[in-house]
């Protein structure tokens, strides 16, 4: 049985969101992204829609790099870029977001996380998590970044 989304996302408005977004047909990387931007079906949020919809399931479910980690690497970037950080910067934090992406969900990897077998309802709840500790992987790189910038 599914955990409820509302226990998944611990009463987080933003998260159960994105949850909702995933379980309503967009893939994760997409959901990932819709956290961090504002304002729905506006022209950005359009574009992102569209131009993340191959991303789902490691690459159009070829297993590939979870879409989780995708969307969340675009995200981070963005908001990165929006702090001021230089290329230097952000590809540092962002080699390091990825690393410690693969090293807390086991692997960088769709396949290597959830299989491949994207439809059973086990792997939909892997994703469900995955989603959650994604958008809170970068939330807590945000967080490190604004505290370094005000120190």
Same mark, same amino acid.
């Given at each position: 049985m599914a955990t409820p989304l509302i226990e998944i996302a611990e009463g987080d408005p933003r998260l159960l969101k994105a949850l909702v977004r995933f379980t309503s047909g967009f893939n994760c990387a997409q959901s990932t992204l819709f956290a961090f931007l504002p304002d729905e079906?506006?022209?950005?949020? $359009?574009?992102?829609?569209?131009?993340?919809?191959?991303?789902g399931g490691g690459?159009?479910?070829?297993?590939? *790099? =979870?879409g989780a980690l995708a969307g969340g690497a675009m995200a981070l970037s963005r908001e990165l870029i929006?702090?001021?950080?230089?290329?230097d910067q952000?590809? /540092?934090?962002?080699?390091?977001? $990825?690393?410690?992406?693969?090293c807390r969900f086991g692997s960088p990897f769709c396949s290597g996380? *959830?299989?491949?077998?994207? /439809?059973?309802?086990? $792997?939909? /709840?892997? =994703?469900?998590?995955?989603l959650v500790g994604t958008i809170r992987m970068v939330d807590a790189v945000l967080r490190e970044v604004d505290a370094g910038r005000h120190a």
């Open positions: 079906e506006s022209e950005m949020w $359009v574009a992102v829609r569209d131009l993340a919809a191959a991303l690459l159009v479910g070829l297993g590939y *790099t =979870c929006g702090r001021g950080l230089d290329k952000r590809d /540092e934090r962002l080699r390091a977001f $990825v690393k410690d992406f693969g996380i *959830t299989g491949r077998d994207h /439809e059973s309802e086990a $792997v939909q /709840e892997r =994703c469900r998590f995955l």
